[in-house]
């Protein structure tokens, strides 16, 4: 199974652009392009949060629109620039997958199970999963103990170093580790927020933010540094579930040369 991770798209209204500089619907226009273009093409798509810049109606529209083109099932969870009601108004499919004002849900129907989270906090930039989220955690994994399993979420557990994004982190991480370690099947944890390819351990187990195929939170590691972005090469995760495992790539969206051969016609390595 082939996953394709988007996150941190930030669509606005037609033209406006994100803090004054970003075209984030040309940046989701590639994003679609190079999902539609890869070989083989991804089995579904998951987006982790913030799908909108202002959780507006119209926002919403227009990622769904941006996104139509894709063939393959397209799987949402709000971040904390949406809202849990904005996203279960935008996609009735998702809203039939939830029981509740959160969306929380499981996708059963693949190789690699997913369990999405909502870890919103409505007008606040961090995130929570809260006693029902991490209790419907711990139930669904309890229920599928046998399956392979990818948990996503929108902010990160663990800290990058990035001090001002770190402030804004999965408050109750404490908790998720511990249910997550009661479920050996669960083989990662991917979330977005941070707009920057980091990889890291948590629970004992493979942890990915994944990059925004726009935007890029500068890499500032000084904790006095102030929030800044750069606008760096897009890309965006895809991640690979073969022979039980579970195997992470950053894929760059746009026009590189190549492919270059190494071998030559007569099976020798190229010299020159």
């Known amino acids: 199974m082939l996953l394709a ?97 959160r969306v929380n849900y499981v996708v059963d129907d693949a190789p690699l199970r997913l369990v999405m989270l909502d870890s919103t906090v409505p007008g606040r930039p961090h995130g929570t999963l809260g006693e029902a989220g991490l209790a419907f955690l711990d139930r669904v994994l309890a229920e599928g103990r046998e399956r392979p399993t990818l948990v996503a979420a929108h902010h990160p557990p663990f800290h990058t170093g990035i001090r001002h994004m770190d402030v804004q982190n999965l408050q109750d991480a404490a908790a998720l580790e511990q249910v997550l370690r009661r479920h050996p099947q669960v083989l990662g944890f991917t979330c977005g927020h941070v707009h920057r390819a980091v990889t890291t351990s948590f629970a004992g187990i493979a942890a990915t933010i994944a990059p925004a195929p726009a935007h890029a939170v500068s890499l500032a590691l000084d904790p006095a540094a102030p929030p800044s972005f750069h606008m760096e090469p897009p890309s965006l995760s895809l991640h690979l579930f073969t022979d039980g495992r579970l195997v992470t790539h950053r894929s760059f969206i746009g026009t590189f040369s190549g492919p270059h051969p190494f071998f030559g016609a007569d099976g020798k390595a190229i010299r020159g």
């Open 5 to 101: 991770q988007l996150t941190d798209t930030h669509i606005r209204r037609p033209g406006t652009r994100a803090y004054g500089v970003v075209d984030t619907a040309h940046f989701l226009e590639a994003a679609v392009a190079h999902i539609l273009a890869l070989s083989p093409r991804p089995d579904a798509v998951i987006v982790t949060g913030d799908l909108t810049d202002f959780d507006d109606a119209a926002e919403y529209a227009r990622f769904s629109a941006l996104t139509a083109a894709l063939p393959m099932p397209l799987f949402p969870i709000p971040g904390n620039h949406d809202s849990s009601a904005g996203l279960l108004a935008a996609f009735p499919q998702i809203a039939a997958r939830c029981a509740g004002a």
